[in-house]
């Protein structure tokens, strides 16, 4: 009876066991169904093999110094830098998988036991996505979708996706994609750009607490946001370290001890109009626009240097760069506030112009005003130039440059008019620096502060050379005439006649000061004077053809008048082209053209350009030292003396606005110090065997500048750049800047030991005196 019972029970259930497995059948089907028509792009077009194979990801063009450091980078939307998982620091893996995906090296891009969790319990007790799922979702999925209908579809498709993407790439390649991928805010594209911009380091670097905050990010970088929300950044660092230890990754002893930690974060902005060498990046930037145009793909498309990840080498040491740079900015802030206290509106009515009519200020500002972005701007909207000028006489909210702000701005209320006389009012300048035996540039500084002035004064910049031009005029003289630098002249007032050399009228400079010794001086003294005279007679003696051959086989491109006036630096030149010529000096007679990019990669590493060497033979060994040794003169007995002696040092100039004085540099430097009329300008130019730096200081217009030499002379608006460098460099012996000699030819033929030569004059007197027959 019982076992009647019993089959009369079991075939009851036969049809609820039936329709189970007919519906748990249909079930599956129907997954594999949905997953197989997703697979068709039934749900939306799904990736081809091809592109998961090569992901589409923008990569930033990187410009990388000599010493391994990134300068900085070039892009629209994605800085992104590329990091293999070889690079990774472990503690960063070890921190995604703990949080992000537990089982992660053992499923194969769906955790099966997660989605169950998940449905069970409504997401309460986390989410489902692997790491897999997220990376499908970044690179082709994109933002869920709020219609349930259009969700569902997406996750199926990152399901498919996930799964295809584990048979494409190993466990390693996925997660270096992820991070790669993903992005962090503030420019912050990728785990390098955002190790550099949220702790100033490189990833391999990242502590085990900063992993943990990058990873914590992974969630909502919106929501965790280290800038915006520090507490709630530093819980959930705390959670990521919590599951760092739950899954052992580290022990219980070192959570607690890496949770009680300070957050510590340093924010390091990443923008094109910030950071290290932004003038030298923005030419950069023009440079390799014109090179993509002559060197396109092997398919025939251009290069773009936004998103194909180029990889750009230059010859800039990133440690010399900041050296220059803070040389910069401690000596132009200083000699700016003297400049201001020169330049009340009680001391001079037409600040920050000297020296000219009201009218022509306002010649120089209305000219300004229809050279300015917003002018251009108002003017393809169509307004008329009355309507447009008016909006400059309207005061608006703004943000403009200031010294003596942290940050270097502030924000006032002026007019857009006023702005820019404003603007006028701050002194320029430029500094390049080069090794001269390959040309290879080290240190590049445009102008004060990129952000607020833009154009660049090293090579966009050229204005007058002033007594910076002399070496040229000495260099012809030497080779021409074998003359050396103990060879003598008379210092008395010099004419050129009209009609000699292109004069149309009779040309008499007079020397600095006015005055004339009449003494004879060594073309070594005169030179370190800068005496008018003497080299009024020089350029009269070659010719000013012979000049401008030497400035042109020297890399100066610039038009120059061949008439006598050039001698006294009437040429506009600029700082690149001037510390190329005087590398030539530097450089036993060789001119080798300034260098700023070695080689370019393209993302995987192949080699797209190689530099080659630009040289030419302009003068021989003994002119060069010849020359060498006439600027060393500069430095130790003339205008660029302070150098090495302290003197003046009860005068303000010295002291206050001239930073860094006295500066004890006792090694051999060859320079020259350059000032034009008005002291529109100041340069300097210095070298050591194998460094040559050039620095220019002035207005914005000529009619801007100190009205006394003491404060405009080169020797005080640039020279205190150069000595603040070279003592920054010099504190660093790993950067290899020289200290010794300039190498002397072997069998010099030009006498440059004038104590020497005074001797032998001696001698051939006495002689003389002893064949006379009395």
């Known amino acids: 009876m019982a076992k009647k019972r019993q089959k009369k029970q079991q075939q009851n259930f036969r049809p609820f066991i039936k329709w189970f497995w007919i519906v748990f059948a249909i079930g599956i089907l129907s997954v594999v169904l949905i997953f197989q028509l997703a697979s068709w792009g039934a749900f939306g077009e799904m990736p081809t093999f091809e592109r998961l194979e090569n992901p589409e990801t923008n990569l930033a063009t990187e410009f990388i110094s000599a010493d391994g450091e990134t300068l900085g980078k070039l892009y629209l939307d994605d800085n992104r830098t590329w990091v293999d998982y070889e690079t990774l620091p472990q503690n960063i893996v070890d921190a995604l998988v703990a949080t992000e995906d537990a089982r992660y090296y053992e499923h194969s891009g769906i955790d099966a036991r997660g989605f169950a969790r998940a449905l069970a319990y409504l997401g309460s007790k986390g989410g489902a996505s692997t790491i897999s799922q997220q990376l499908a979702r970044q690179l082709f999925v994109g933002v869920r979708s709020r219609n349930l209908f259009e969700a569902v579809t997406q996750k199926i498709k990152e399901w498919v996706i996930a799964t295809r993407l584990e048979r494409n790439y190993t466990k390693e390649e996925i997660i270096a994609m992820y991070l790669n991928i993903y992005d962090f805010n503030y420019n912050a594209d990728g785990i390098r750009s955002a190790a550099r911009i949220y702790f100033g380091k490189e990833p391999t670097e990242l502590k085990t607490e900063e992993s943990a905050v990058l990873v914590g990010m992974l969630k909502n970088s919106s929501l965790y946001n280290p800038i915006r929300r520090e507490e709630l950044v530093f819980n959930r660092r705390n959670t990521v370290l919590g599951q760092m230890a739950k899954y052992g990754y580290i022990s219980e002893k070192e959570k607690d001890s890496l949770q009680s930690l300070e957050m510590k974060i340093n924010f390091n902005p990443e923008s094109h109009r910030e950071g290290l060498a932004t003038y030298f990046r923005m030419y950069m930037q023009r440079w390799l626009n014109r090179w993509v145009e002559d060197n396109p793909k092997p398919d025939g498309e251009k290069y773009n240097i936004y998103l194909d990840g180029l990889k750009v080498y230059t010859t800039v040491d990133s440690r010399m760069q900041k050296n220059a740079e803070e040389a910069v900015q401690e000596h132009m802030k200083n000699l700016q506030a003297e400049f201001f206290n020169q330049n009340t509106p009680e001391r001079n009515p037409t600040t920050p112009f000297l020296d000219i009519s009201k009218g022509a200020v306002d010649t120089i500002m209305r000219n300004a005003m229809k050279r300015s972005a917003r002018w251009r701007h108002l003017k393809?909207?169509?307004?008329?130039?009355?309507?447009?000028?008016?909006?400059?006489?309207?005061?608006?909210?703004?943000?403009?440059?200031?010294?003596?702000?942290?940050?270097?701005?502030?924000?006032?209320?002026?007019?857009?008019?006023?702005?820019?006389?404003?603007?006028?009012?701050?002194?320029?300048?430029?500094?390049?620096?080069?090794?001269?035996?390959?040309?290879?540039?080290?240190?590049?500084?445009?102008?004060?502060?990129?952000?607020?002035?833009?154009?660049?004064?090293?090579?966009?910049?050229?204005?007058?050379?002033?007594?910076?031009?002399?070496?040229?005029?000495?260099?012809?003289?030497?080779?021409?005439?074998?003359?050396?630098?103990?060879?003598?002249?008379?210092?008395?007032?010099?004419?050129?006649?009209?009609?000699?050399?292109?004069?149309?009228?009779?040309?008499?400079?007079?020397?600095?000061?006015?005055?004339?010794?009449?003494?004879?001086?060594?073309?070594?003294?005169?030179?370190?004077?800068?005496?008018?005279?003497?080299?009024?007679?020089?350029?009269?003696?070659?010719?000013?053809?012979?000049?401008?051959?030497?400035?042109?086989?020297?890399?100066?491109?610039?038009?120059?008048?061949?008439?006598?006036?050039?001698?006294?630096?009437?040429?506009?030149?600029?700082?690149?082209?001037?510390?190329?010529?005087?590398?030539?000096?530097?450089?036993?007679?060789?001119?080798?053209?300034?260098?700023?990019?070695?080689?370019?990669?393209?993302?995987?590493?192949?080699?797209?350009?190689?530099?080659?060497?630009?040289?030419?033979?302009?003068?021989?060994?003994?002119?060069?030292?010849?020359?060498?040794?006439?600027?060393?003169?500069?430095t130790e007995a003339g205008s660029g003396g302070r150098l090495r002696h302290t003197y003046g040092v009860n005068n303000t100039v010295y002291k206050e606005v001239v930073t860094g004085y006295p500066y004890k540099l006792y090694n051999p430097i060859a320079g020259k110090t350059g000032t034009t009329q008005n002291q529109s300008d100041g340069w300097f130019m210095g070298m050591v065997p194998n460094l040559v730096t050039g620095v220019w200081v002035g207005g914005e217009e000529r009619s801007i500048h100190f009205n006394r030499l003491a404060y405009g002379q080169g020797a005080s608006m640039a020279l205190p750049i150069w000595a603040l460098y070279m003592k920054k460099n010099y504190a660093n012996e790993e950067l290899g800047v020289s200290q010794d000699a300039f190498e002397e030819p072997e069998d010099l033929s030009i006498n440059v030991d004038c104590s020497k030569q005074k001797e032998e004059e001696d001698i051939d007197t006495d002689d003389d005196l002893d064949d006379l027959d009395f």
Request: aromatic share 10%; glycine share 8%.
């Open 380 to 634: 393809r909207e169509g307004l008329s130039d009355k309507d447009i000028e008016a909006t400059f006489h309207k005061r608006a909210e703004m943000t403009v440059f200031d010294w003596n702000s942290d940050s270097y701005e502030k924000d006032t209320i002026m007019t857009p008019l006023d702005s820019i006389r404003y603007y006028k009012t701050f002194l320029r300048t430029a500094m390049m620096s080069m090794e001269p035996q390959t040309g290879h540039v080290k240190a590049w500084v445009g102008g004060i502060d990129y952000k607020h002035f833009q154009y660049d004064n090293v090579i966009q910049g050229a204005r007058q050379a002033g007594s910076l031009f002399k070496p040229f005029v000495y260099a012809a003289a030497i080779d021409q005439l074998r003359y050396s630098p103990c060879y003598t002249l008379p210092d008395n007032q010099y004419s050129i006649e009209p009609g000699k050399h292109g004069n149309m009228e009779a040309w008499t400079p007079k020397n600095a000061d006015g005055k004339y010794s009449g003494e004879d001086m060594t073309l070594k003294n005169a030179l370190a004077n800068s005496v008018n005279t003497i080299t009024a007679q020089l350029i009269d003696r070659v010719g000013p053809g012979a000049v401008v051959s030497i400035a042109k086989s020297m890399g100066i491109t610039k038009e120059i008048p061949e008439v006598p006036s050039i001698a006294l630096g009437t040429p506009d030149v600029s700082v690149y082209e001037m510390v190329g010529a005087f590398g030539t000096f530097a450089n036993q007679g060789v001119y080798v053209k300034p260098v700023m990019v070695t080689r370019i990669e393209d993302r995987n590493g192949t080699v797209l350009y190689e530099y080659t060497p630009e040289t030419k033979d302009v003068l021989s060994k003994d002119v060069a030292y010849a020359v060498v040794n006439l600027l060393q003169g500069v």
